[in-house]
């Protein structure tokens, strides 16, 4: 219950997840959970090659943590590239994909960056979408306007080839912090959670006694306004 933000193990043998601040892990078949380790504020986890699951806090860090447990790599912001929101990283930890977080209040808005974490520079290759995933080493996932999209990727020159292709229409998201609700497994199996974009909203005046009436505006995503 509560778990959110899972990812499949590379032989699909096991999912990881998050659940308040403890970063788990259950077999696919089922069973007991495991906890791997303690966590703070945790946005994203992915599970690499190497036996090493990989936890996102906040966006601004990376960190490595052993799929049985133990000792936390963690990769901060100065040893990194900065104001990149990272969301995945290849099996081989030396690229990573990102959102740049200075745009747009909409993640929908963003560019999908690569991320050379060796040489701490990043490079535009989508130009709309957040929540960048790579699906083996010749794929990337990402969401844009609540759809689920998959383009190739040419990992030698480090570039998308051809046109995205959209894989699965109304999936649920938060635009505004640049998260998305899916998981896709080396093997191809997808898994989602169905919905919309729940950082659309609508206005609502409320006075002091907690009467409410909508504001007659449309539904969007809404930010920092003044009276």
């Known amino acids: 219950d509560e778990a959110h933000f899972a990812c499949f193990s590379p032989d699909d043998r096991w999912i990881a997840f998050l659940v308040g ?28 090659e190497g036996g090493v699951v990989v936890l996102s806090r906040q966006g601004f860090e990376l960190d490595f943590v052993p799929e049985g447990g133990g000792t936390t790599e963690v990769l901060s912001p100065d040893k990194a590239t900065g104001f990149h929101g990272f969301t995945d990283v290849h099996p081989g930890k030396k690229l990573a994909l ?53 383009v190739e990727f040419d990992l030698e020159n480090r570039r998308v080839v051809g046109e995205p292709t959209m894989l699965q229409a109304g999936v649920a998201n938060e635009s505004l912090f640049g998260q998305v609700q899916f998981a896709i497994s080396n093997s191809g199996l997808v898994a989602f959670v169905p919905g919309e974009d729940h950082s659309v909203g609508r206005l609502t005046w409320i006075d002091r006694n907690g009467r409410s009436e909508a504001i007659p505006l449309p539904p969007a995503l809404y930010g920092v306004f003044d009276l």
């Open 21 to 48: 601040d403890k970063l788990k892990k259950v077999a696919v078949g089922g069973g007991a959970s495991i906890v791997l380790a303690n966590v703070t504020t945790p946005v994203r986890a992915v599970w690499i």
């Open 98 to 150: 990102a959102r740049e977080l200075r745009i747009a209040s909409s993640a929908n808005y963003c560019p999908v960056l690569l991320v050379d974490l060796e040489r701490r520079s990043a490079t535009p290759i989508v130009e709309r979408g957040f929540g960048a995933q790579f699906v083996g080493s010749r794929w990337i996932s990402y969401a844009c306007d609540s759809n689920l999209y998959i």
